[in-house]
């Protein structure tokens, strides 16, 4: 035997003997290190849940990031509410009432804006129409001033009315205003008459849009950056519940959704949450049942619980001192740590009870198992730290708190537990095992069984080149959660805003000629930036607005009368009715007159008043658009007020400029292409395309750093510690042989890597190590392979493997993506380390057993 090896295990005797032989004293100082390690930790111990910092702020792409944000401190962890009515002006109304609500709560929200509605581009609005389309539009309305000119003096049903009285008295049959009032009338009929296709409320500007105008899809999107407290594990919790709060005082008819930064990565933790309690529930259960078929004793399983109850303390006060915080990653470390600890408890409790009870038994075990545990330790911390010379920064921190961690798991298990498994035990001498007889039908199968471990890691290293990397992180979402299923809506949107990029340029003429190169790129939509808010063709599009004022001012300066009066209102209908009475029978806006003249006669006051809110209440609103855009002047780069100018100029002079896809984007390969597309012309260009791409690309290049440095450790750990060759490759044999059958596997299944399942690859190098180890230095001492099949060591390596399994099985089961992938990729790994140490290694074992005698 090696002489580290040797070492290695009289110090893990000793140290079990020691405990062994004073229970109480390790019992005790153990639970005041614990409760010391909980206090520090609830104090010091911070929570960071930003995504934004997964990835090393030293990496290009988060540097072009960190200084977009710099530049514009209203961008990122945005809150987005997406509001839908059944109207433009309702959409309108209610996105207003929310930003008047969200300015109100300052200590929740900032940089409150609905890009759409700001004032500046409503003032303008019309200008930026095209000519011809602008000039259809105000021959609209002057052909109907007569009519508006009534309306904006009484905006109510006594107004509606005595408009409609006129238009029947003056209205040509043949023309084009007739066949556009009839329509207005028909549709206000069939809303009296309470048709359910009909309405619920009228809107006034799509009844008077020309064709190709825009604002009329009944929604409106309103963009702010919560107040955020990243030392929790919702930072915008707080700012969603009150928005939640706000939104249950509308009318059903108007929806609400919320998406944006702050949305999503706060209803995926909720989704990991979720799962992880599930999980959790499944994996305790699960757990605390193999424990008791693995170790069969009540004191043994209490044992074993101790010793996690009191590593995942330690480890929480390790994390305190050595990292400070918890990231979204690493937060999983106590699921890391139940899952390796637990090994090292049922290993050192089957082999001591192997040896009988007491002191010498214990110590038995330290010497037999201590040095395995030992091993296997540093190889799965040597996995987990793997991801220390990356720019992964998540799990970098990962890596250091789970690798201590299985430094103090190995510690407790060569101290606290032995110290339960002898307190108030009674000495008890080992069972006599009979003599283990050769099984010549299992030596038969050795070969066989040993070809066909080579033929199927020679398939899966095969297969392996071919694993695809997701390197979207919202893939990985919850697809059925709002704010998921609401970026994607967006996201398919015309233009594609949801993917939308943004660059920095130097100044307005650099913006400009920056827009021209991107035009003429592959995949490239609109390009936005402040100059093209300045509308063009101003002076002819002025003259229009102003020949038009002078048909409108009627409409424009009307000062709006007080509501009616129940009596105004039924004395309106009266006469309403008596006019269509007088009318002809055969004209089509006759007709819809008297259908609307009878439905209004049936209603009483109530029903009166209700409805004209229905057919009315939105009429201010459009009457004020209407003379809000007839304030238009000239607008030149100097006239955009400063609330607009600072979301497109930073304070030192540098513009902004938006980029959108061509067309909607529905795969990685496409939402690369676009972000590359853009990087040509921007190579600084920033947004959810680039940052996912490069992060995606920084993550993988992690996962090749990271599992070449842990072979590479791993190996020379292996090779310092074991020396001879051939206890080395059936080490490192079955660890390869599990890793290309997981990576193949995959590959068949379909299960692609992604950025939240590559945790499973240190957790591969520390379960496969671990295993193999065991397996390989018991094989030492009993030297027949019979023996060592017939001894606890495969029985502690079945269901310290199966232990594993259950604390991540559940996860298969969680509704968030990378959770579930998580789950499904580690039960591959399982079985596939399963079947290299309890079936493949001992069969190479035999393979090799008689050469290694000959030596």
């Not at 390690?37 to 911070?46: A, D, K, Q």
């Not at 710099?70 to 990122?76: E, K, L, N, R």
Request: no cysteine; net charge negative.
């Amino acid at each position: 035997m090696a002489r580290q090896n040797d070492h290695i295990a009289v110090f893990a005797a000793g140290i079990a003997r020691f405990s062994a032989r004073r229970p109480l004293l390790v019992i005790l100082t153990a639970v005041l290190l614990s409760a010391l390690s909980l206090v520090v930790s609830v104090r010091h111990l911070g929570i960071n849940t930003d995504n934004f910092d997964m990835i090393s702020a030293e990496t290009p792409f988060r540097q072009a990031a960190i200084e977009y944000r710099d530049a514009f401190p209203w961008h990122g962890d945005q809150l987005v509410v997406v509001i839908d009515a059944p109207t433009p002006e309702q959409a309108e109304i209610a996105a207003a009432g929310v930003m008047t609500h969200m300015r109100a709560q300052e200590r929740l929200f900032s940089h409150v804006r609905a890009p759409a509605m700001d004032p500046f581009l409503r003032r303008n609005g019309l200008l930026h129409m095209e000519a011809e389309q602008l000039q259809d539009f105000l021959d609209r309305l002057a052909a109907a001033q007569g009519l508006l000119a009534v309306l904006a003096e009484r905006p109510d049903l006594v107004g509606l009315l005595d408009m409609l009285d006129l238009a029947l008295e003056q209205a040509d049959p043949e023309s084009v205003q007739a066949v556009q009032l009839t329509d207005l009338v028909a549709t206000i009929a069939a809303m009296a008459e309470g048709d359910p296709d009909a309405p619920a409320m009228l809107s006034w500007r799509r009844q008077l849009a020309v064709e190709g105008q825009g604002g009329l899809d009944g929604r409106q999107i309103v963009i702010a950056k919560p107040v955020q407290d990243f030392a929790t594990l919702s930072p915008a919790r707080a700012a969603i519940e009150d928005l939640r709060a706000h939104f249950a005082g509308y009318p059903d008819a108007i929806g609400f959704r919320l998406t944006g930064d702050a949305a999503l990565d706060t209803e995926e933790l909720d989704s990991v949450k979720l799962g992880g309690a599930w999980a959790g529930a499944l994996s305790a259960s699960g757990i605390l049942v193999l424990l008791f078929l693995g170790l069969r004793g009540v004191r043994d399983v209490l044992a074993a619980i101790a010793v996690l109850a009191a590593g995942l303390s330690l480890s929480l006060g390790f994390a305190t001192l050595t990292v400070g915080q918890l990231n979204l990653l690493s937060v999983a470390f106590a699921v890391l740590f139940i899952g390796l600890a637990v090994d090292f408890s049922i290993h050192f409790t089957l082999r001591a009870r192997e040896s009988g009870r007491g002191v010498a038994a214990v110590r038995d075990a330290g010497r037999s198992v201590g040095a395995s545990l030992v091993l296997s330790a540093l190889a799965a911390a040597i996995g987990f730290l793997s991801f220390l010379p990356t720019p992964y920064r998540g799990l970098a921190e990962l890596g250091v708190i789970a690798g201590g961690s299985m430094v103090i798991a190995v510690a407790l298990n060569l101290t606290l537990l032995p110290a339960l498994l002898t307190l108030g035990a009674r000495p008890r001498e080992a069972e006599p095992r009979p003599p283990a007889k050769p099984d010549r039908r299992t030596g038969r199968l050795a070969r066989p069984v040993v070809a066909l471990g080579a033929v199927l890691g020679l398939g899966g290293a095969i297969l392996t080149p071919f694993s695809d990397f997701d390197f979207n992180p919202l893939l990985l979402k919850d697809p059925d959660s709002e704010s998921v299923a609401t970026f994607f809506e967006l996201a398919r949107d015309d233009d594609g805003g949801g993917y939308a990029l943004e660059g920095l340029t130097a100044g307005p003429e650099a913006a400009a000629r920056a827009a021209e190169a991107l035009a003429e790129r592959p995949g490239i939509g609109r390009v936005l930036h402040l100059g093209r808010v300045i509308p063009d063709n101003q002076p002819e599009k002025l003259a229009a607005l102003q020949n038009a004022a002078l048909f409108l001012f009627p409409v424009l300066t009307a000062t709006p009368a007080p509501p009616p009066t129940d009596a105004e209102r039924r004395q309106a209908v009266d006469d309403f009715d008596a006019a269509v009475s007088a009318a002809p029978d055969s004209e089509a806006l006759n007709d819809a007159a008297r259908r609307l003249a009878v439905a209004l006669q049936a209603m009483d006051a109530a029903g009166l008043a209700a409805f004209e809110t229905r057919v009315t209440g939105l009429l201010p609103h459009w009457l004020a658009d209407i003379r809000t855009a007839f304030d238009a002047g000239p607008v030149t780069a100097d006239d955009v007020p400063a609330d607009f100018r600072q979301y497109w100029v930073t304070d030192d002079g540098r513009y902004r400029v938006q980029i959108f896809p061509a067309d909607p984007i529905d795969s990685n390969s496409e939402l690369r292409a676009f972000a590359e597309s853009a990087q040509t012309v921007l190579p600084q260009a920033t947004g959810t395309p680039a940052i996912v791409t490069a992060a995606g690309e920084a993550v993988l290049d992690s996962f090749r750093t990271a599992t070449v440095v842990a072979a590479v450790l791993v190996t020379l750990l292996i090779g310092m510690v074991l020396r001879r060759p051939l206890d080395i490759l059936l080490t490192l044999a079955p660890l390869l042989l599990a890793a290309v059958m997981t990576l193949g596997a995959a590959v068949l299944l379909g299960e692609a890597l992604n950025f939240a399942n590559v945790i499973v690859l240190p957790l591969l190098f520390g379960l496969g190590v671990a295993s193999s180890i065991h397996l390989v230095l018991r094989r030492r001492r009993l030297e027949d392979p019979d023996r060592l099949m017939r001894s606890s060591t495969p029985r502690a390596v079945l269901f310290s493997s199966l232990t594993t399994l259950a604390s991540f099985g559940g996860l298969a089961l969680a509704p968030h993506l990378g959770m579930a992938s998580m789950g499904r990729l580690l039960t591959i790994a399982i079985i596939a380390i399963l079947f290299a140490t309890l079936i493949f290694l001992p069969a190479l074992i035999r393979v090799t057993g008689r050469s290694e005698m000959s030596q």
